[in-house]
């Protein structure tokens, strides 16, 4: 089965701070990597698929990046909607695996 | 829009059995794979089950193979989980989520959630 390692686990920023965030494949997954947001009490949200797309609605603010085994997610600019937990889950091939989340709290 | 709505949750002991169902609405549920994922109390997301279109494949993670068993009944736009062998660290909300494809192939993702349903599992 394919790992998924964020890092880091949790992290503090203020609005308007960049923010990025690593995920990391314990094996090739090509750009077959998603991004998801849940805020405290909701349901998750799909923000960015095949490692670089932006979900329809998502605001551009966000971004991803990566190929291979290592990817990441940046917030260009922080907004206080955008704290949260973000996640990331590789779609290469099942079992799809999720990383362990990375928690944006406010500084 | 999209809603999909899950029930069959609550309590259960150790070692008994639990089916969940998703009620799916919106879109046309027999030309989309579907998923299970769970969420154990304070903790992060973990992929359970998916299932294509037809039901004719089905996939799981390593901590619920050969004990849940994902179905689906096209004719009644509902998604199953039958989780049997139910152990405590099963404990979790339960989502139902569409998938953006008929089939399970590379590329796979999770479009839209079910707001979930609490499954536990104690004595």
């Known amino acids: 089965d394919i790992q998924m390692t964020q890092s880091p686990s949790s992290l503090s920023a203020s609005v308007g701070d960049r923010v990025t965030i690593t995920c990391r494949a314990s094996?090739?997954?090509?750009?077959?990597l998603n991004w998801y947001q849940q805020k405290p009490g909701k349901v998750p949200k799909l923000l960015i698929y095949?490692?670089?797309t932006l979900q329809s609605g998502v605001p551009s603010r966000f971004s991803g990046s990566g190929s291979g085994t290592d990817f990441t997610l940046t917030i260009s600019s922080l907004q206080p909607e955008d704290f949260a937990t973000y996640y990331c889950?590789?779609?290469?091939?099942?079992?799809?695996?999720f990383g362990g989340g990375t928690k944006v709290e406010i500084k | 829009q999209v809603q999909l709505v899950e029930s069959g949750g609550g309590v259960v002991q150790p070692g008994r059995s639990l089916r969940l169902s998703c009620a799916a609405s919106?879109?046309?549920?027999?030309?989309?794979?579907m998923h299970w994922v769970r969420q154990a109390p304070g903790k992060g997301l973990e992929w359970v089950a998916i299932?294509?279109?037809?039901?004719?494949?089905?996939y799981y993670a390593d901590s619920v193979k050969g004990r849940f068993t994902i179905s689906r009944d096209n004719s009644k736009n509902t998604l199953y989980l039958q989780m049997n062998s139910l152990r405590a660290e099963d404990t979790a909300v339960y989502y139902c989520?569409?998938?953006?494809?008929?089939?399970?192939?590379?590329?796979?993702?999770?479009?839209?959630w079910g707001q979930g349903i609490l499954v536990t599992v104690s004595s």
């Open positions: 989520a569409k998938a953006n494809r008929i089939t399970v192939t590379k590329g796979i993702h999770i479009e839209y």
């Open positions: 919106g879109f046309t549920f027999s030309t989309y794979a």
């Open positions: 299932i294509s279109y037809d039901g004719s494949d089905g």
């Open positions: 094996q090739t997954i090509d750009t077959f």
């Open positions: 095949v490692a670089s």
């Open positions: 889950q590789q779609s290469f091939n099942t079992p799809l695996t």
